[in-house]
């Protein structure tokens, strides 16, 4: 596995959000620096007060909740915990949505802006979902 590992999530959907919670998870239990992006529809999930739940794309999806899956949001607080993993929101996502630090989940960091978060990924493995 690489050392560096940067994911950028846009996905609105269960089964993407769960897949880039399971490996951030992952890559930050094995050892990677785990940096998330989280920007457009999926930082409307990240809202500490009232976020909605995501909707799935398919059977696995609706699967996930039926057969009470680890939550993607758990998912992604493991990987911090775990110490090597960052969340960073998307600044202009949440200017667009009315969103402040205080209203995401206490593990996010500071807003970055996507042009600071493109300028660091030279040596990472780089994943969309």
Known sequence: MSDSLRIILTSGTREKLQM???TAAV???GGADVQVFVS???LLF???EAA???PAEGEVGRLLIARNAPRFLDLFAQAVDLGSAQIYPCSMAMDVLSLGSADLAPYMGKPLGLTKFLS???GSHVLSF
């Open 27 to 29: 890559a930050a239990a």
């Open 40 to 42: 457009m529809n999926a």
């Open 46 to 48: 990240f809202r500490r």
């Open 120 to 122: 660091e990924l030279a």
């Open 52 to 54: 909605p739940e995501a």
């Open 20 to 22: 880039a919670a399971m």
